[in-house]
């Protein structure tokens, strides 16, 4: 009875494929999240979005786009894939953007480009 | 720009002893901070939230304090266990620069706990 799972849980592909990963989550939240965690272990935001619509935005490369089809899903495509993006991406979501709300975290997707 | 660092980087310690593991961060504009666990090959798991009114936060045998002023929070855990062993990850959520709903994370402290 996971709370956010993703799928899948390993990804190894060669470079210049596009690919894709899937949040869901079954809580009932509103706001969903993703998150890289590279090599060095720093865990940093990529994308929120709170009921399908984008609120965080970082300096991310155009060829990571997130698409939620509605608020329990945010999926992450990924085009023409570069070495560099070989990490473990975390979908996390929270019962609202409030600032208060706790973040609820998947278990991964363990990427690896090659 | 926000900035977490986390001190030590590895602790090993024997099965009951209590430890404090160590988070600083450069901006006090927040609006809370929060610890986490992670397990090897696992996702994230919270362990507590400090609101930034606030000054400590108890689950069972961890507590962690909060002095936003001076930029440190420390995560005290006592009777360590092997269970215990894993990553523990301080994270802030900042309230200035557009830093706002973003938690900023720290690199971790990873924590063994011998039998």
């Known amino acids: 009875d996971t709370a956010v799972s993703q799928t899948p849980k390993y990804l190894v592909t060669q470079m210049g494929n596009d690919k894709s990963i899937k949040c869901e989550q079954n809580?009932?939240?509103?706001?969903m999240y993703w998150y890289k965690q590279d090599s060095k272990k720093f865990l940093k935001i990529m994308f929120s979005?709170?009921?399908?619509?984008?609120?965080i935005n970082e300096t991310v490369p155009n060829r990571f786009s997130p698409k939620s089809p509605d608020k329990a899903h945010l999926n992450l495509h990924i085009n023409s894939l570069e070495l560099g993006d070989s990490a473990v991406y975390f979908c996390a979501s929270s019962l609202n953007r409030a600032y208060q709300e706790t973040q609820y975290f998947g278990p991964g997707t363990r990427l690896l480009v090659l | 720009k926000q900035e977490v660092t986390q001190i030590p980087a590895a602790l090993s310690v024997p099965e009951g002893e209590n430890l404090v593991l160590n988070c600083s961060f450069t901006d006090s504009a927040i609006y809370n901070l929060q610890w986490f666990r992670q397990d090897p090959g696992k996702g994230l798991t919270s362990l507590l939230l400090?609101?930034?009114?606030?000054r400590e936060q108890t689950s069972g045998r961890l507590n962690a304090s909060l002095d936003k002023s001076s930029g440190r929070s420390t995560l005290y855990i006592a009777a360590s266990q092997p269970g215990d062993s894993a990553t523990y990850l301080c994270a802030v959520r900042g309230r200035s620069g557009g830093s706002n709903y973003k938690l900023t994370f720290g690199k971790g402290t990873l924590l063994t706990v011998n039998p």
């Open positions: 809580l009932g939240h509103d706001t």
């Open positions: 400090i609101q930034s009114s606030q």
């Open positions: 979005y709170n009921n399908k619509e984008l609120i």
